[in-house]
């Protein structure tokens, strides 16, 4: 597990499945962790949690909607108010509510999902910017999917914000190099919450097209995100790393 003593990172979309993983995973390297979220009791709930692990670094919780603009600059002003720094930087929040064929697809809702999914990530990332990274340099790393480098048929507007989101990555990586590293990751899908509706018809016919015949699991992604973030991939900036069983290898999705 990489060292991250002393550092900072801000977690969104954290108190539950891969944010809440992610939080633990860089808490346990050292780091101090402000956790965000939309709803407060759930969130306070993961806060607890997480404090109760007896990881090293500390953890804090702001409730706020990724999507508003004051939420985002909240949350780091805190990060760096409470721990002196924001070194690290983790999207996570991320909606998908709109299922099925595009043609009958509510506008509204295919806003919705770009504006959380897209253009609150970037506000994150300018709020990061200003605040400390700009300055002192910084992680960031995006929770992408493979719905985003692959047509699913049914979550098409979720996977259209995802592909954005791979390329505002690497749009990102270009301007803020050297001293900000953005990079993205990719899941196929990870057993939470949020994948129920995909897996609700059985787990093991779910997994039967992936190579390594299991779902994801939160602790695979945030593994991938502590390296990330970590000082071992100081060289690896405007990626997009795959964490999907080998599923897009079979040419399917």
Known sequence: MSNLDGRT????????????AIAAHLLASG???????????????AASD??????????????????D???????????VEEFGSLDILINNTGI???????????????????????VAALGYVQEAHKAWMGEHGGAVVNLASVAGLRSTGVIGAYAASKAALIRLTEELAWQLGPKIRVNAVAPAV????????LYASGEDE????????????????????????????????????????????????
Do not use: C
């Open 9 to 20: 990172a801000l977690v969104t979309g954290a108190s539950r499945g891969i944010g809440k």
């Open 31 to 45: 780091a101090n962790v402000l956790i965000t979220a939309r709803k407060p009791e759930p969130l306070a709930q």
């Open 50 to 67: 997480l404090a109760a692990l007896g990881h090293p670094g500390r953890v804090e919780a702001l409730a706020g909607n990724s999507g």
């Open 69 to 79: 603009a004051q939420a985002r600059a909240d949350a780091v002003a805190k990060a």
């Open 96 to 118: 998908n509510p709109v299922y099925g064929d595009l043609m009958t697809a509510d506008l509204d809702a295919v806003r919705k999902i770009f504006d959380v999914n897209v």
């Open 190 to 197: 990870v057993k939470t919450q949020f994948a129920t509706a």
């Open 206 to 253: 779910a997994a039967r097209p992936y190579p390594m015949k299991r779902l994801g699991a939160p602790e695979d992604v945030a593994e991938l995100v502590g390296f990330l973030v970590s000082d071992a991939a100081s060289w690896i900036t405007g990626e997009t790393v795959r964490v999907d069983g080998g599923l897009l290898a079979t040419g399917g999705l």
